[in-house]
Nanobody
Framework: EEPLVESGGGLVQAGGSLRLSCAAS????????IGWFRQAPGKEREGVAC????????YYADSVKGRFTISSDSAKNTAYLQMNSLKPEDTAVYYC???????????????WGQGTQVTVSS
């Protein structure tokens, strides 16, 4: 069983919205930093948005500021990525990940989900 399971990806037209969910089955979100990352074909995995669940501090990549919002619900042990005003360049496989320390570098995260595809058509 994967420690994290993403859902909510799909195909959407430019300007549309999607909400990704990340459910944890083996640990409590309150103790971790949660990050959303994405990887497009031929590109490196990049940090999109990250949240320190213990104090709510967040980080957003410049490319998504003002369009994406990361949140977490400790009661449901689930994190979310609300994506609005989507652009074709947002097309990628999106992953959620968890780690004890807060950062938005994929190299720092130990626990990963399997990923969910987001495709934005022009």
């Amino acid at each position: 069983e994967e420690p994290l399971v993403e859902s909510g990806g799909g195909l959407v037209q430019a300007g549309g919205s999607l909400r990704l969910s990340c459910a944890a089955s083996k640990f409590t979100f309150d103790d971790y930093a949660i990050g959303w990352f994405r990887q497009a074909p031929g590109k490196e995995r990049e940090g999109v948005a990250c949240i320190n669940a213990s104090d709510g501090s967040t980080y957003y990549a410049d490319s998504v500021k003002g369009r994406f919002t990361i949140s977490s619900d400790s009661a449901k042990n689930t994190a979310y990525l609300q994506m609005n005003s989507l652009k074709p360049e947002d097309t990628a496989v999106y992953y959620c990940a968890a780690d004890f320390s807060f950062s938005c570098s994929p190299l720092r995260y130990d626990y990963w989900g399997q990923g969910t595809q987001v495709t934005v058509s022009s």
